[in-house]
Each structure stands twice: as structure tokens, then as C-alpha cells.
């Protein structure tokens, strides 16, 4: 990899940065300077001078001619992930309003239900509300697939 930079004359950072993060998010800080003794007034006002600045800062076509030229300094630097963590609340600092629970219940069938549509509404009614179809399931001793 670094063979590569060095035949591109590019920083390794900036190969490694483009090779590797290819459809990733890879966060990075990209700075970048003139190189020491360098005069970039022939690039304008808004060259890089002889301190570290974001390269943000710089439109990448003028930064890609000084490179070309070999007077750019650049240094990357990986910024490290972050994993936000969300812990509930306890239950007493929740209002009860906006507590809520999902409960099913059997409703009979309109029309004239078959008989073993009314029996599985019967056993239903029978053994009340349900947070789930799977708890009626397994009441039922079945398995829900």
C-alpha cells in the first residue's frame, strides 16, 4: 500500500483513506501546509500557508495542483467510532398515561360462523385477553409458525 503512495507520490493516509473506506463511513481529520520553504503565492491568497489548517477549508481542485507539484503536506488522522448506549428509564419515572399494553380478545364472527369457528371463538373468549397470539398459542399448547 505505501508503495503505491510512494509511486502515486501521494501521502499513505490519502491512499489507505480512499482504498479502504470505499462505501464506509470512515470519519477522518484531513489537515494539510505548504511544505517548509515553500512559496505558494502562485496558487492565490487562498493557498495553504505554513501552519496546519483543515483541508476542508481549501477547494480540492487547488490542493490536487499543489500536490501535483510536491508543496502540500498532509496529515490524516482516524477519528475513533462511537457507540451511543440508551438506558430505559425506570418504570416510576415513566407517566402512567404513557404506559400502554397491547391486549388481544376474541370477538364472535359476524354472520353464521361455522362450527369450528365458533368453537375456537368460544375457547378464545374463554381464556381472556392476550398480549399476544403467540400467549393464546401456547395456552392452546400449540405453536405459533
Same mark, same amino acid.
Given at each position: ?38 512559496? !505558494? ?38 477519528? %475513533? ?29 359476524? %354472520? ?11 375457547? !378464545? ?21
Amino acid at each position: 500500500m505505501t508503495a503505491w503512495a510512494a509511486d502515486a507520490h501521494l501521502p499513505a493516509g490519502l491512499v489507505w483513506c480512499d482504498l479502504l473506506c470505499v462505501g464506509w463511513d470512515s470519519p477522518c481529520t484531513h489537515e494539510v501546509r505548504a511544505v517548509e520553504g515553500a512559496d !505558494l503565492n502562485a496558487f492565490g491568497a487562498r493557498a495553504p500557508g505554513s501552519s496546519w489548517n483543515d483541508a476542508v477549508t481549501f477547494a480540492p481542485p487547488l490542493l490536487d495542483a499543489i500536490r501535483e507539484q510536491g508543496l502540500l503536506e498532509e496529515t490524516f488522522t482516524a477519528l %475513533g467510532r462511537t457507540r451511543t448506549v440508551i438506558s430505559a428509564r425506570d418504570l416510576d419515572d415513566v407517566p402512567a398515561e404513557a404506559r400502554t399494553v397491547t391486549l388481544l380478545r376474541a370477538v364472535s364472527p359476524a %354472520g353464521r360462523p361455522d362450527p369450528k369457528q365458533r368453537q375456537a371463538c368460544e375457547w !378464545l373468549a374463554a381464556h381472556g385477553p392476550q398480549p399476544s397470539l403467540s400467549a393464546w398459542a401456547r395456552g392452546r399448547g400449540s405453536a405459533v409458525v
